[in-house]
Structures are given as C-alpha cells and as structure tokens.
C-alpha cells in the first residue's frame, strides 16, 4: 500500500497535519494526483477541504510561502533554501521565498533550564556572572540570550529548542518519502530535483542543528581572515559550548541594515564595501570555505572600520576543483570570454538527456558577448550571474546545490556594497584577486605540487589494478560477474504487471468463492440464515465484494490512464 511507502506508524499524523496544510493552500490537487488523499481518507483520517477555495484564490507563490510558514521550522528552511536557487524559481518566486523568516515565539526560560543544565553543568545564574533571562533574538531552531563571563566579558549564549531534534527528523522523513512520490507522479517537478533539495535541506538542518558545529566553521573562517586584520569573528567559549548550545563573544557595532548611522559616526562607507567585499572573495576564491548569507541581520560595523560577521550557521564550502571551475567562470564573464564560460557551466549542469546543448551554449556566448567594450566599472557581477541561471532555468537545468549557495552570496554582497556606496563595483574588486589566483595556480611550486598529487593518483591506481583484475578473474570463474543495465520506465512496466497478476488471482479467488458457493449450497442440513446455508452466503458474499473491488479498480486504472493520455 502506499501508506506503508510514505512511512511508519509513527509519522501517519503529522503526514495528516502536512497533506491538510497544502489541501488548506490550494495543493488539493496535487494531494489527489500523488494518491495520497484517497489512502489517508482509507486509513481513517479526515482532511478538511472546506476553506481551501478561500486560499486557492491567491498566487501559487504566495501560496507556498504560507504553507511553509504554518508547518514549522524544517519547510521554513526549505523555502530559505528556494530563495537561493535562481537557476530552478523564477523572480516572483524567489521573492515570496526572500519574505520566509523563522522568528517564532521564544521558548520560557524555565522549560529550558533542564537542558541548561546538563549542557553547562549548573544553573546559568551560576555559570555565568549575569544571564539575561529575555532572549535577545528567538528563531525556529534556537534563540539567544545575552550573558557576562565571570572574568567580565560580555557574551551570547545560544540554545538549541527542546525537541526540535525530533521533530525536524520526522518532517525530513515525510519529505524524503513525498519528494521520490513527486518525482515518480509528477514529471512537471521532475526539473526541480525534489529528492536532491530534500537531501540538500538534510544537510543544511543537521549542520545547524549542532551548535558546536557552527562554532568550529566560524573558527576555520577566522583562522582564514588573520590576513585581513579589520575582519572580526567573535570568539568561540569551548568550555561551555555542545551541540545544544554555544557561547560566544557579543559583538557591539552598528547592525548591517543601519547604514544612516555610519556618516554620524564617522565610517568609511567606502572602505568598508571594498573590506567586506575582499573578505568574501578571499573566503570563496581562496579559502574554499564561505559564510553562506552575508545579509546584513548577520554583519556589524565596527570602529576603525572594521567588520565582524556572525552566525556561521549556514557556510558553503568548495573543493578545490570548483574553486578552479569558479575562477575560469568569474574570469570569463569579467574578461568577456564567452566560450569558458560555457564550458564551465555545461560542465556544472551536465549534459542531461533532452537538453539542446547547442543551444544553450549558443545563447550563454551571445548573454557574455553582449557586454564586449562594456567598461569593467559598469558591469554588476551580481546581475550577470543572476542572468545566466535564468538562462540555465529556462533549460530546465539546476546547478549543484553548493554552487546555486555560492551564487545567492555574490549578489547578496554585492547588493550591501551597493548601500554602502553607490559607486562600488564588484567586478573591479574581484579582477585583481581573481588574476593573482590564475597566476598562482600556474607557478612552477603549485604545477609540481598538482603533477605529484597526480602522480601519486596514477601510481595507487597502477599497484591496484593486479588485485582488481584477480578479484574480476575470480568471479567470472564462479560465474559471479553481475552486469547492471538501467531501462527506462522498466519499473514501471514491471508495477502494471504486478497490478495485472493480483487482479487476476482475485478473479480466480471470486471464481473459487462462487464455485464453491454453489457446491455448498445444494448440501442439505448444517446451519442456515434466512433458509440458506450460512457458508454458501458467506461465500456469495465474499464473491460480490471482490468482484466491486475488481470492477473499481479496473475502472479507476482506465481513468487515470485516459488522463495520462488526453490525445
């Protein structure tokens, strides 16, 4: 059955609360056509349909988006994750995605106390010299108190809601089983990837679910901004910081979003667009390791020009090859060279079944060559970027999630360059950089350091390959060797079958039934309802309600296929 497909017993009601929210939005009949409803209603639960032609009047953007604000903090996260990926939702989609906010109620100190607890080994009234009982921030995942060390530094403390554990693995549960229904009923979600977003939210709730997680990137990415002393990342307390809560140095600056006090108190509006836009690109084109929402909630201007960023809770990271494919597309569209661009973009996107990659690489060189001559100064790197996944969106293509996460960050940084001063350019920031990292990537030292890692590659492949081809010998002498071939809609085929082969062997239990109704009901004496034998009317009666169910369910697969099929 497909109740036993979506998941067990213990996860049934929140499906209910899950199918009667989107019912509620307008997705009735995306419940319907997935089957999900019918099963529901079978199993015994009810969904209210009554007001969702109120809801189903608004726009499907906005739909979603209250949708995903009513089931809690896993599908908020989710929408987070849309508002980043431009190359899958068109701009009123990312927009609605933008207005998703997880601020929620605070949870009392008081049903916190017990976690506080055993995670700081006391009271925090005794942990600490001073512990604001009022939160100073509450989100869906945790919220944060201001407190005073003992020795007089001021700090936040970080708790992680009690529960939210549990009930964030339940929904990722519900969403991993929904997604591959989707992706199977669905074909018009198919572009969307729905199983690798599921997968990619996995991710991206489990990192933030560990606090002491958090803690350790912002560590990395400190370490990685010594170079850029005027870049502050608050210190992490090790002492009193788990996975349930963390402590770290409060910062006092002036809030990203500001920006009208920044003149009054003397800063450098300029300084401080090329600082943070130099930290950024070090963090990507560099380090590999980036702070994945720059947005102004989560930077603070400082004295002496300097910036601090908080909240490492969602961090990108690159590996060494991206951060090369990422110099040549950044190197592309700031140098106006159409064809690398192209080639690192159908590398990114692949080359998938149905997609015209002529096409597409004919219309990625015209998008790059219509800005030849364009003066560096006047190019919006942000903008560019966005372009081009609306090319790749219009392609039915996704980039990797890592890259669709890098890309929100450039235009998200270059939009508060542009507060900060309206003469910033991104572009111009990034060439020198970009330059210098092409030029070191080709300096004798890293050209011997890559021919030694590839030589060492070659070397462990080449004193492999014996064992390998004995291991390969050994099993075709036992007859072993397994050669795995992928047809499509193969499984689907064998499903029609199987639905073939159980109504068949129901025709052939209602025919028994019959059969031996009839024997049974010429056999004189035993006992007797309304003058006929009671086996003999059990057995007829078993017979006719096979037989409705056969009928229905050969009438409901020949409507579902006349609706598959229009034509």
């Known amino acids: 059955m497909l109740i036993e497909t979506l998941g067990a017993a213990r996860d049934m009601g929140r499906l209910n ?47 979603v988006r209250l949708a995903l604000e009513e089931l809690g903090p896993a599908f908020v996260k989710l929408g987070q994750i849309f508002a980043g990926r431009a190359d899958l939702f068109g701009p009123e989609w990312i927009a609605e995605f933008e207005k998703l906010h997880s601020r929620v ?8 106390r017990p976690q506080l607890r055993e995670d700081l080994g006391g009271e925090p009234e005794s942990v600490f010299a001073r ?28 708790i992680r809601r ?32 729905p199983q690798q977003l599921v997968r990619e939210l996995a991710r991206s709730l489990k990192r933030e679910l560990d606090l002491a997680s958090e803690c350790r990137s912002a560590e990395r990415i400190a370490a990685n901004m010594t170079a850029l002393p005027w870049i502050v990342v ?8 788990t996975a349930r809560v963390n402590v770290q140095d409060f910062v006092a600056g ?26 950024v690109l070090k963090m990507i084109v560099q380090d590999g390791v980036f702070h994945a929402d720059p947005h102004p909630g989560n930077v603070f201007y400082l ?38 661009v192209a080639d690192v973009l159908i590398d990114w996107t ?56 890098l890309i929100k960050a450039f235009i998200t940084l270059e939009g508060m360059g542009r507060g900060l001063d309206p003469g910033f350019h991104m572009a111009t920031e990034a060439l020198p950089l970009l330059r210098e990292v092409a030029r070191a990537r080709y300096r004798p030292r890293a050209i011997g350091a890559r021919a030694w890692q590839t030589l060492r590659r070659t070397l462990s492949v080449a004193e492999q390959l014996p064992h390998d081809l004995s291991r390969l010998l050994r099993s075709a002498r036992r007859g072993r060797v397994q050669v795995g071939i992928e047809l499509a809609h193969l499984k689907r085929v064998g499903d029609q079958i199987d639905r073939a082969a159980n109504r068949l062997a129901m025709a052939l239990v209602i025919s028994a039934l019959i059969i031996g109704s009839s024997i049974v009901m010429t056999v004189q004496g035993g006992p007797t309802f309304m003058g006929l034998p009671v086996f003999g009317f059990l057995g007829f009666t078993g017979a006719v309600l096979g037989g409705l169910w056969l009928v229905r369910a050969i009438w409901r697969s020949s409507k579902e296929r006349d609706a598959a099929d229009p034509s």
């Open 17 to 63: 609360t899950i199918l009667g929210v989107l019912i509620r939005h307008g997705f009735g009949d995306s419940v319907r056509r997935l089957g999900l409803a019918d099963s529901l209603e079978r199993a015994g639960h009810a969904l209210r349909w009554e007001h969702a032609a109120d809801l189903a009047r608004l726009a499907p953007p906005v739909q």
């Open 162 to 193: 009690p529960g939210i554990s549990e009930t964030i693995a339940a929904d990722l549960r519900l969403l991993a089983r929904l997604a591959a229904v989707a992706e199977e009923e669905l074909p018009a979600l198919k572009p969307y990837r």
């Open 303 to 340: 004295s002496e020009n300097r910036i601090a960023f908080i909240d490492f809770g969602m961090v990108g990271r690159l590996s060494q090859r991206r951060r090369e494919e990422l110099l040549q597309l950044l190197l592309g569209l700031v140098e106006h060279n159409p064809q690398g």
């Open 105 to 112: 109620p605070a949870v009392p100190l008081e049903l916190l």
């Open 254 to 279: 002036i809030p990203g979003d500001a920006l009208d006090r920044l003149d009054s108190d003397g800063f450098d509006r300029r300084l401080l667009a090329r600082r943070g836009a130099q930290a």
């Open 234 to 241: 608050p210190r992490v307390h090790w002492v009193h910081t």
């Open 350 to 405: 692949g080359d998938e079944h149905g997609i015209n990659l002529a096409l597409l690489e004919t219309e990625i060189e015209a998008f790059v060559d219509q800005y030849q001559g364009v003066p560096l100064a006047q190019l919006s790197l942000g903008q560019m970027l966005a372009d081009v996944t609306s090319i790749l969106r219009e392609h039915h293509l996704a980039l990797p999630p890592d890259l669709a996460l």
């Open 131 to 158: 512990f604001d009982t009022e939160p100073l921030a509450a989100a869906s995942i945790a919220q944060v108190h201001r407190a005073q060390m003992h020795d007089g530094t001021e700090v936040v403390v970080k």
